[in-house]
């Protein structure tokens, strides 16, 4: 199983933050460069949210654009994503992965789950 742990989830109210944090195993960070935070929704296919590479690029899909923000700290193989303006339809499971990775085994942590409600 691969080795990532994702944390930080809970219950918020719509407009709160969260931070999640994603411990990855010194080999996924060196070797796959890239990582980046999934989401799942009830009945919804997963869906990346937002990638970081090893040079601290970072892309993001629209929905989450101006709110999340994804960083890295390479020395402790950890990936964060800040959360902002939280709105009932980011409520999902949260995932990190290499998407390099994925590509040659479709292995996932167990995940930390977001509820955004009133």
């Known amino acids: 199983q691969v080795q990532l742990v994702e944390s930080g989830g809970g219950l918020v109210q719509p407009g709160g933050s969260l931070r999640l944090s994603c411990a990855a195993s010194k080999s996924i960070f060196s070797i796959y460069g890239t990582m980046a935070w999934y989401r799942q929704a009830p009945k919804n296919q997963r869906e990346l949210v937002a990638s970081i590479s090893s040079a601290g690029t970072t892309t993001y899909v629209d929905s989450v654009k101006g709110r999340f923000t994804i960083s890295r700290d390479n020395a402790k193989y950890t990936v964060y994503l800040q959360m902002n303006s939280l709105k009932p339809e980011d409520t999902a499971v949260y995932y990190c992965?290499?998407?390099?990775?994925?590509?040659?085994?479709?292995?996932w942590g167990q995940g930390t789950q977001v509820t955004v409600s009133s």
């Open positions: 992965n290499a998407p390099r990775l994925l590509q040659r085994i479709n292995d």
